[in-house]
């Protein structure tokens, strides 16, 4: 429960955004400061910002908020201890400044994942070559599908 608790805490308060507070995170988060989860997270970042129109680097604009809101997660170990656990993740994401306060296209129903490992006693994020090898994706989610329960998705209660 505390791989499934830390990701889902993770993915959600980072920042998707901000590619300073991003790299910032990500340096506290992660399993050791040279992971290369830190250099591909300021990447995908910098990618983001870049598709949208705003130059690589630098802070929200006009006070841009990203939510992320994970609704569904399935977590597989990668070792036989479960001390390095894949946490794929089912989220939506919205975007919100001071002069609209509700985004209307939001991200829905998106997937994606974080590696954790138990790391001097906390779980933190890696994408350590020899763990990503391993990972696999997952089987589709949908709420009400008995399969996808079975499979090992689990809602998320946020609130």
Same mark, same amino acid.
């Given at each position: 429960?505390?791989?499934?608790?830390?990701?889902?805490?993770?993915?959600?308060?980072?920042?998707?955004?901000?590619?300073?507070?991003?790299?910032?995170?990500?340096?506290?988060?992660?399993?050791?400061?040279?992971?290369?989860?830190?250099?591909?997270?300021?990447?995908? *970042?910098?990618?983001?910002?870049?598709?949208?129109?705003?130059?690589?680097?630098?802070?929200?604009?006009?006070?841009?908020? *990203?939510?992320?809101? *994970?609704?569904?997660?399935?977590?597989?170990?990668?070792?036989?201890?479960?001390?390095?656990?894949?946490?794929?993740? *089912?989220?939506?994401?919205?975007?919100?400044?001071?002069?609209?306060?509700?985004?209307?296209?939001?991200?829905?129903?998106?997937?994606?994942?974080?590696?954790?490992?138990?790391?001097?006693?906390?779980?933190?994020?890696?994408?350590?070559?020899?763990?990503?090898?391993?990972?696999?994706?997952?089987?589709?989610?949908?709420?009400?599908?008995?399969?996808?329960?079975?499979?090992?998705?689990?809602?998320?209660?946020?609130?």
């Amino acid at each position: 429960m505390g791989a499934r608790s830390a990701a889902v805490s993770y993915w959600q308060d980072l920042s998707f955004i901000d590619d300073q507070a991003a790299e910032r995170q990500l340096r506290t988060i992660a399993a050791r400061p040279s992971d290369p989860a830190v250099r591909n997270g300021v990447s995908e *970042v910098r990618k983001l910002r870049e598709g949208v129109g705003l130059p690589p680097s630098g802070g929200p604009p006009n006070e841009m908020t *990203v939510t992320t809101n *994970v609704k569904a997660v399935l977590m597989r170990s990668l070792d036989r201890k479960g001390d390095v656990v894949q946490v794929w993740m *089912v989220y939506d994401r919205y975007a919100t400044t001071t002069e609209k306060s509700t985004d209307d296209n939001p991200l829905k129903d998106q997937t994606d994942n974080l590696i954790v490992t138990w790391t001097r006693g906390d779980w933190r994020v890696t994408e350590a070559p020899h763990w990503v090898r391993r990972s696999a994706g997952p089987r589709a989610y949908d709420p009400h599908s008995p399969y996808a329960f079975q499979d090992g998705w689990r809602q998320v209660a946020n609130g």
